[in-house]
């Protein structure tokens, strides 16, 4: 086809012979349009494959889009997200305080991590973590002067620092159980407490640290009960807390030792913190 045919066809056109006289390709143009063929086999197939690339990356965009959320197991907090994030989960959040280049912070990582997803998964407490090196602030408020430190948030409040034994995601997770239960034993009424107060008396030792009684008006400060339930948390362990709402019109705290003589009382109103110095005062003494 290249060779006889196109010369048989310039032999019976002399106008055609004019303007090609020597032959209807060249070797030189023969390669060239076949160079030019290849080209344009190759951006046809890039294109087709740009083409079949923004395909995919839509398709995992809309994927991504329709997909629901997942939180992550730890939260990165910061100066100006702690107390938000602490607020919104007022039964308790679990705050890991970490430095760059400290090698026990980068040991607890991966433990508090799988620890936090078991949690997740269980819908328990949430878990973050805050850079100390970002927040020198927050880090300063809060007391915090070495790292690793795991502090426990109630209510938005500071209410423990997590022992340094505790490192481990299995021991993670059962000091955070411990403290998921009610600090606070809620009585119906003052009955109910002078029912069972011979016994409460027969239980406690000379030395034992008195039960520590809140007896609310009708209505409500602000601070008492929140308050008196940091105490609690902070002194688990250690003795009963009990609350009981009543009608009356002024707020009260007592605590109850083994022999009535060494019961103490205090009556409200209280201002801000008053709560928490007086329990913790009688406590200290024990």
């Known amino acids: 086809f290249f060779g006889r045919g196109p010369q048989r066809l310039m032999a019976t056109d002399p106008a055609r012979r004019r303007k090609f006289p020597e032959g209807w390709l060249t070797c030189r143009q023969r390669v060239t349009c076949a160079i030019l063929v290849i080209l344009q086999i190759g951006l046809l197939a890039g294109f087709a494959r740009v ?4 395909t ?3 398709a ?3 994927a991504r889009i329709g997909a629901p959320f997942t939180p992550p197991a730890v939260t990165p907090l910061s100066e100006l997200t702690l107390e938000a994030f ?3 989960f ?4 679990l705050v890991n305080f ?5 090698s026990h912070c980068a040991a607890l990582e991966p433990e508090f991590e799988d620890a936090a997803k078991m949690i997740l998964s269980a819908n328990g407490p949430p878990f973050a973590s805050v850079d100390a090196d970002l927040a020198p602030r927050l880090t300063e408020r809060l007391g915090v002067h070495s790292y690793p430190t795991i502090l426990w948030f109630r209510r938005g409040v500071k209410v423990l620092e ?3 034994s505790v490192r481990t995601a299995a021991l993670l997770l059962e000091w955070v159980d411990f403290n998921m239960q009610p600090s606070v034993v809620e009585l119906d009424s003052l009955e109910d407490l002078d029912d069972a107060m011979d016994q409460v008396r027969k239980t406690l030792r000379p030395q034992a640290a008195p039960v520590v009684v809140a007896i609310e008006a009708s209505h409500r400060e602000p601070s008492f009960l929140i308050e008196f339930e940091k105490v609690s948390e902070q002194n688990r362990g250690t003795t009963v807390f009990i609350y009981i709402k009543s009608d009356f019109s002024q707020s009260i705290v007592r605590t109850i030792y083994g022999k009535a003589e060494r019961d103490e009382e205090v009556v409200g109103p209280f201002v801000d913190g008053a709560v928490e110095h007086w329990i913790s005062e009688r406590l200290r003494k024990t």
Do not use: F, W, Y
């Not at 083409?51 to 923004?54: D, L, V, W």
């Not at 970490?98 to 400290?102: A, E, L, N, Y």
């Open 51 to 54: 083409a079949q690339k923004k």
């Open 56 to 58: 995919v990356v839509r």
């Open 60 to 62: 995992e965009r809309r």
């Open 86 to 88: 602490t607020q919104t």
């Open 90 to 93: 007022q039964h308790g959040a």
């Open 98 to 102: 970490h430095s760059p280049g400290c």
């Open 162 to 164: 997590v022992p340094h």
